[in-house]
């Protein structure tokens, strides 16, 4: 199916813990994102990425890792898991140019206990 | 750098009420700007947009209006049904910026009561 998907929906890990939250898209779009959204915050940006094997920070990177190996994946890693990156995760991609839509998985929640 | 501030929720309307969230924006450059809606349980889509100064952006009854002089892009519906109950955020892209980030908006609730 077309469009851009994440998994898991939902995720309950330890503290410390390494969780790996995958996003996949299926238009071939250049760029992607991860982005966290928290009461209060709005969405906040972790790392974006222009193409394959580039990879930059967002507002909020600390403590995440991203890899973007194939244009269709951009998986973010919580190395170890604080109770401060209990959030929902969302992926994003769009094509080039300034103007052109988003589009967004439907997230991932997690809970670091 | 950029920043868009948004009216706090959440907002709570009639059916048939009218509409309209406050956005507000600073950015470096001359950005676009969006509205995305989020609905329950879901992630976020793409309600309406508007690329330069004047422009007006439409879609499903909602519209919102690029106003430079006041670094604004309020939205606006005239007649809110239940189904329009969302989070609503409002974002900016920078055309200065790079990576053709967006920018967002701390989100507002909308509950529409029958």
């Known amino acids: 199916d077309a469009g851009i998907t994440q998994s898991p929906r939902y995720k309950i890990t330890e503290t410390g813990r390494q969780v790996t939250l995958m996003c996949h898209q299926t238009?071939?779009?250049?760029?992607m994102f991860w982005y966290r959204q928290d009461l209060g915050h709005g969405l906040r940006l972790i790392y974006y990425s222009a193409a394959a094997d580039i990879t930059d920070k967002g507002e909020v990177p600390d403590g995440y890792v991203v890899s973007r190996s194939k244009t269709e994946n951009f998986p973010l890693t919580l190395e170890s898991a604080t109770r401060s990156q209990t959030s929902v995760y969302f992926c994003a991609s769009k094509g080039q140019g300034v103007n052109t839509e988003a589009f967004f998985g439907q997230g991932t929640r997690l809970t670091v206990v | 750098g950029n920043s868009v501030t948004q009216m706090e929720g959440p907002v709570t309307l009639s059916e048939e009420a009218f509409l309209t969230i406050n956005c507000t924006y600073t950015a470096t450059g001359y950005p676009s700007l969006f509205w995305y809606v989020q609905y329950p349980g879901e992630g976020l889509q793409l309600l309406l947009k508007?690329?330069?100064?004047?422009d007006k952006g439409s879609n499903k009854g909602f519209e919102a209006t690029y106003r430079k002089e006041t670094t604004s892009f309020h939205l606006e519906k005239g007649s809110v049904q239940v189904s329009d109950s969302a989070v609503y955020f409002c974002a900016l892209s920078d055309k200065g910026g790079g990576g053709n980030k967006l920018t967002f908006g701390t989100g507002t609730q909308l509950k529409v009561e029958l």
């Open positions: 508007a690329t330069k100064a004047d």
């Open positions: 238009w071939s779009h250049s760029y």
